[in-house]
């Protein structure tokens, strides 16, 4: 869901994400919450975390955050855990 403010380029991105793979090998499904500003300008910001308990099967347990980075129109997701 998001919600842009009066000032064009501003507002706010939140979002509640299942991923259903394989990560390093191992096969899991687990949750990420999405919480994101965006601000006139280009100034984007955007915390993402996996939800406590949410990892199953081989990634039980499964703690971190997730960076998304951008390099001209591709999308790169760093998870740290």
Known sequence: MSVRSAVKG???HVAIER???SLKGRRSTF???HNGTMREGGDF???IKV???SGTDQLAGLTGTMEIVI???KHF???AA
């Open 71 to 73: 390099e001209g129109h």
């Open 31 to 33: 949750a990420l919450i």
């Open 10 to 12: 501003s507002g706010i």
């Open 51 to 53: 939800v406590p308990d």
């Open 19 to 21: 991923f259903r793979d």
């Open 45 to 47: 910001k955007i915390d």
């Open 77 to 79: 997701y760093n998870l």
